[in-house]
């Protein structure tokens, strides 16, 4: 499977524990980035990476949460000290370069986290 | 404000119906993506309208982008009942910088009932 992959595409987590969320890109993609769909709420840009480059990150909150793409290896989205409002579906796009125009995203299956 | 409004929000037909379903946006857009989302997965790029006035068909699927690059449509044709999902229309503002950055309505959810 060429696709994004997401891994656990289910995490359930105490409040006040840490949430880390990978997901390994389209293989030969080096652009990455992390989407937020809350329920009743559509998809939220949440921050984009290159290798080793945080591009944007202003969709995501600036406490408690973290991305990194390093050279090797997966893209990680970090929460730390999850809290109930951080339940969501957690979802990780790739492309080839920096989407725009024609170009759309490559979405993974999604990480679906569950704060008890 | 949403920026992007979609409807109708949920659309419960039978097989063999057509439909419509609708995205508008208050900005002027470079481009328009329509997705579809099933149930737990991620979404998967049906098409990119970038023309003003554009329609694109995808088999029994018709995406038409208005003129005035501010609203577009998606029209399916006897519906099937492996055309349930969620149906997203994201949208890139149509200023420099961030074009990489895709904004969401929230979606139809088209239900299909055999």
């Known amino acids: 499977n060429a696709g994004v992959m997401q891994n656990p595409r289910h995490l359930v987590r105490r409040r006040g524990q840490e949430a880390r969320l990978r997901c390994s890109p389209v293989k030969g993609h080096s652009h990455v980035y992390w989407y937020r769909q809350l329920p009743e709420e559509g998809l939220k840009f949440m921050v984009y990476l290159q290798k080793e480059n945080i591009i944007d990150e202003s969709g995501m909150p600036k406490e408690r949460f973290s991305a990194e793409f390093p050279k090797e290896g997966p893209s990680i989205l970090r929460i730390q000290q999850v809290v109930r409002g951080d339940s969501a579906a957690y979802f990780c796009?790739?492309?080839?370069?920096?989407?725009?125009?024609?170009?759309?995203?490559?979405f993974g299956s999604g990480t679906r986290l569950t704060v008890v | 404000t949403q920026l992007l409004e979609q409807s109708p929000q949920f659309l419960s037909i039978q097989e063999g119906e057509n439909l419509t379903v609708y995205c508008n946006s208050s900005?002027?857009?470079?481009?328009l993506q329509w997705y579809r989302q099933e149930p737990g997965e991620g979404p998967v790029l049906l098409v990119t309208?970038?023309?003003?006035?554009e329609v694109k068909k995808l088999k029994r699927l018709t995406f038409q982008f208005g003129d005035a690059r501010k609203d577009s449509s998606l029209h399916i044709t006897a519906a099937q009942t492996g055309d349930t999902g969620l149906y997203l229309c994201?949208?890139?503002?149509?200023?420099?910088?961030?074009?990489?950055?895709?904004?969401f309505g929230k979606g139809t959810l088209l239900t299909v009932n055999p």
């Open positions: 309208v970038v023309t003003g006035g």
């Open positions: 900005s002027v857009f470079s481009s």
């Open positions: 796009a790739s492309s080839p370069l920096e989407v725009g125009g024609l170009f759309g995203y490559t």
């Open positions: 994201a949208l890139r503002l149509n200023s420099g910088g961030s074009n990489y950055k895709l904004t």
